[in-house]
């Protein structure tokens, strides 16, 4: 069984506001990846890292930022959260089955920025 | 025209039933095609994965991967309530899972 774990599941915050969306896993995994997920469109990665300290942006772009300072733990942030950052974030790792395409997701955190 | 196009249903079916699940894909460059499953308020997991042609099959589910026709299904059989989930498909270029494309998901609702 997966393990890798998101919080908050939910957050409702206004306009303005810092928000900081943890994620860690205990699989040991290299590869972590944040993806967003919006009703009738498809999940679009945001933020992906190799390792500690390197990341880089995703296919769509997100004005959030993240950090890779521990191999387990790799947290999103968005300094200043608008009405259009409303959304489901899911993140995910992959490991040695990487070329499979397995990737493990927690169970989101669907924010809503008011 | 997107890359990967999933009709999202809603799909409802009766227990017990046969449900095709499918996709169409636009790049003949896929060589690794997933199928995940994601129940309401969860994460995806990783249902089957295929590499290039062929079918593969776990239990009650099967993966088929036409590459000559970019058309990729998924076929459960005797389906059951605990099926009632949203099913993606994806796929990758080169088996990494940085290019992954997905498609949009196709809801299914399997009656009792």
């Known amino acids: 069984e997966a393990d890798i774990y998101q919080t908050p599941r939910y957050l409702v915050i206004g306009t303005g506001k810092k928000i900081t969306l943890e994620c860690s896993q205990t699989?040991?995994?290299?590869?972590m990846y944040w993806y967003q997920q919006d009703p009738g469109m498809e999940l679009h990665l945001i933020h992906y890292?190799?390792?500690?300290?390197?990341?880089e942006k995703g296919d769509l772009s997100s004005e959030s930022t993240v950090s890779r300072i521990r191999t387990e733990h790799f947290p999103l942030t968005l300094e200043s959260a608008r009405p259009s950052h409303t959304s489901q974030y899911l993140c995910?790792?992959?490991?040695?089955?990487?070329?499979?395409?397995?990737?493990?997701f927690g169970e989101g955190s669907r924010l809503t920025v008011l | 025209q997107k890359e990967v196009e999933q009709d999202p249903g809603p799909l409802s079916v009766p227990e017990g039933a046969i449900v095709s699940l499918n996709c169409t894909y636009s790049?003949?460059?896929?060589?690794?095609f997933m199928w995940y499953r994601q129940y309401s308020r969860k994460g995806p997991e990783l249902l089957m994965y295929?590499?290039s042609s062929g079918n593969k099959e776990d239990g009650r589910f099967t993966a088929q991967v036409d590459k000559s026709s970019k058309y990729i299904s998924l076929f459960i059989r005797d389906s059951q309530p605990s099926d009632s989930a949203t099913y993606l498909c994806?796929?990758?270029?080169?088996?990494?899972?940085?290019?992954?494309?997905w498609g949009l998901g196709t809801s299914l609702a399997v009656n009792p």
């Open positions: 295929t590499y």
């Open positions: 890292s190799y390792g500690v300290n390197s990341t």
């Open positions: 995910a790792s992959s490991g040695p089955r990487d070329h499979t395409g397995e990737l493990f």
């Open positions: 699989m040991g995994h290299d590869k």
């Open positions: 994806a796929m990758s270029y080169a088996g990494n899972n940085r290019k992954l494309i």
């Open positions: 790049n003949s460059a896929f060589q690794y």
